[in-house]
C-alpha cells in the first residue's frame, strides 16, 4: 500500500504529518512512502531527510495514488479533489459544527479518521494527539506569556538590588496546563492553578503550585467518565468569578487552557477582571480559536487594553515549536496506522470492530459513520 504526506497548504500550519523516524518505521511496516516536496521545511526537516530514510519526494498529485494519507489539518475541498476514493485519511478533522466540510469527506468517499477523538485507554496513550500537543502549548504558553511581560520571572537577589518573582496564575490544568505549571516553576515564577475538577488538585500540588477553587457539591461532581470537565451551571460560574476577581487583581501572568469537549470554551475571565490588573500584566488565552476564556482576547493577535494589559491569541500554539510538535504527532499517527496493518499480510487491514476505530472513524464508504455527526449528515 502507498502512504502519501501532503505539505499543509494552511498558511498558518507548520506542522507535518511524519518524520524521518516514523518514514522509515512505516517502510519497515510494508508501506511505500512519499512525502510531497517541501512538506517539512516549516518543521525544518529537509527533504533530503525524509528520502534518506526511505521516501520518495514527491508532488502534491501523487496523493491521487494514496492508500492512506497522513496530514496534519483536514483536507479543504480542494485538495479532497486529488484524493482517490476509498482511501484512508488521518487528520485533527475538527468535525464539531463544520458539518459541511464532514460532508465533504464522506462525498469523497474517503474513510476519515478524526484523531482528537482517540479514547484515552492505556493502549491508545501514544496515538493521543491531543495530550502530545497541549503539553507543547502548555509550554509555549508560559515562553510567550514571558515574552511579552516586561520583567524577570525569577527572583534575583543582586548588588543592585532584588527583582521580585513574578505571580502566575495558571486557569485549567489539563495537559496544557500541568505542562504551564512546570515550565512557569522552572522559570522560578510562584505559581497558583485553578480548575473545576477535583482530580485537578492533588496534581497542582505535586508540581508545587497552590491550588484555587471553589470546592462545593457540583465541583466533587465535575469531572466526566472520561476524564474531561463538564460544563458548569451558572450558579457555579458566578461563584468561581467571584474567587477569580479577587486572585487575578494580583497577578502578572494569567494562562487559560479551559476547554469542554464540543463545547464552546467557558468564559472565565471578565473584562473587569481584566481591568484591575496591573500595567504590563500579561494574560496568554490558549482556548482562544475555541471562542476564548478571556473577554477580549482576539484569535491571532497581542491586545494591549486601555490599562496596558496585555492579552496574548496566538493561533495553533503547538506549531509555535513546530519541529518538536511534529515529531510527536508524526508518532502519535505512525503508532495508529501500525494498527490498521495485517501483520502477516503486510496489507491495509481495517478492522471496523476495533474500539479505537470505532471511536475515530469519522467517514466511511460515503457515509458520516461517526455517532456523533451521523444524525447531522441525514
Ligand atoms: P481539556 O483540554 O479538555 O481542558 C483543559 C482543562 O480545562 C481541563 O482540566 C478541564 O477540567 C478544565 N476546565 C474546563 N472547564 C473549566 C472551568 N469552567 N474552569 C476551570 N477549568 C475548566 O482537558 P485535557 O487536557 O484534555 O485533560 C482532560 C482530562 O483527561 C484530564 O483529567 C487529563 O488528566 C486526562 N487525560 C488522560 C489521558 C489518558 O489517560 N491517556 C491522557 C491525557 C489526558
Same mark, same amino acid.
Given at each position: 500500500s502507498l502512504i502519501f504526506i501532503p505539505r499543509e497548504l494552511d498558511a498558518n500550519e507548520p506542522r507535518v504529518a511524519a518524520s524521518p523516524d516514523t518514514v522509515k518505521r512505516l517502510t519497515g511496516l510494508g508501506f511505500d512512502v512519499i512525502v510531497e516536496t517541501g512538506a517539512g521545511t516549516r518543521s525544518r526537516i529537509p527533504d533530503e531527510d525524509f528520502a534518506k530514510a526511505g521516501a520518495t519526494i514527491g508532488k502534491a498529485a501523487d496523493v491521487a495514488k494514496a492508500d492512506v494519507v497522513l496530514k496534519v489539518r483536514r483536507p479543504t475541498d480542494a485538495e479532497l479533489k486529488g484524493y482517490k476514493s476509498g482511501a484512508a485519511v488521518i487528520a485533527i478533522m475538527d468535525p464539531y459544527g463544520n458539518d459541511a466540510a464532514v460532508a465533504a469527506l464522506a462525498k469523497a468517499g474517503v474513510?476519515?479518521?478524526? @484523531?482528537?477523538?482517540?479514547?484515552?485507554?492505556?493502549?491508545?496513550?501514544?496515538m493521543d494527539v491531543l495530550s502530545s500537543q497541549a503539553n507543547l502549548a502548555g509550554y509555549q504558553a508560559v515562553i510567550d506569556g514571558a515574552s511579552e511581560y516586561d520583567r524577570a520571572l525569577p527572583m534575583m537577589m543582586t548588588a543592585a538590588g532584588t527583582v521580585?518573582?513574578?505571580?502566575?496564575?495558571? @486557569?485549567?490544568?489539563?495537559?496544557?496546563?500541568?505542562?504551564?505549571?512546570?515550565?512557569?516553576?522552572?522559570?522560578?515564577?510562584?505559581?497558583?492553578?485553578?480548575?473545576?475538577r477535583p482530580a485537578a488538585k492533588e496534581q497542582v500540588a505535586s508540581?508545587?503550585?497552590?491550588?484555587?477553587?471553589?470546592?462545593?457539591?457540583?465541583?466533587?461532581?465535575?469531572?466526566?467518565?472520561?476524564?474531561?470537565?463538564?460544563?458548569?451551571?451558572?450558579?457555579?460560574?458566578?461563584?468561581q468569578a467571584a474567587l477569580t476577581a479577587e486572585h487575578i487583581a494580583k497577578q502578572d501572568i494569567v494562562i487559560t487552557t479551559a476547554l469542554i469537549p464540543g463545547r464552546p470554551a467557558p468564559k472565565l475571565v471578565s473584562a473587569v477582571m481584566v481591568a484591575s490588573m496591573k500595567p504590563g500584566s500579561v494574560i496568554v488565552d490558549l482556548a482562544v480559536e475555541r471562542g476564548g476564556n478571556?473577554?477580549?482576547?482576539v484569535p491571532g493577535q497581542v491586545v494591549t487594553t486601555a490599562n496596558n494589559v496585555k492579552i496574548v491569541g496566538h493561533l495553533n500554539v503547538p506549531g509555535r515549536v513546530a519541529a518538536s510538535a511534529s515529531l510527536l504527532y508524526a508518532k502519535n499517527l505512525f503508532t495508529f496506522v501500525e494498527t490498521l496493518v495485517d501483520k502477516t499480510t503486510k496489507a491495509l487491514a481495517i478492522n471496523r470492530d476495533d474500539e479505537l476505530v470505532k471511536a475515530t472513524m469519522l467517514t466511511d464508504g460515503g457515509k458520516v459513520v461517526h455517532p456523533a455527526f451521523a444524525k447531522a449528515a441525514e
Open positions: 474513510t476519515a479518521f478524526s @484523531m482528537e477523538f482517540m479514547p484515552r485507554i492505556t493502549r491508545a496513550q501514544s521580585p518573582a513574578a505571580k502566575v496564575f495558571i @486557569m485549567g490544568v489539563g495537559v496544557a496546563g500541568l505542562q504551564a505549571i512546570a515550565t512557569a516553576r522552572r522559570l522560578g515564577a510562584v505559581v497558583t492553578a485553578t480548575d473545576v508540581l508545587g503550585a497552590k491550588f484555587l477553587a471553589v470546592e462545593d457539591d457540583e465541583f466533587k461532581a465535575a469531572e466526566t467518565a472520561g476524564g474531561y470537565a463538564k460544563e458548569m451551571s451558572k450558579e457555579y460560574q458566578a461563584k478571556v473577554e477580549g482576547a
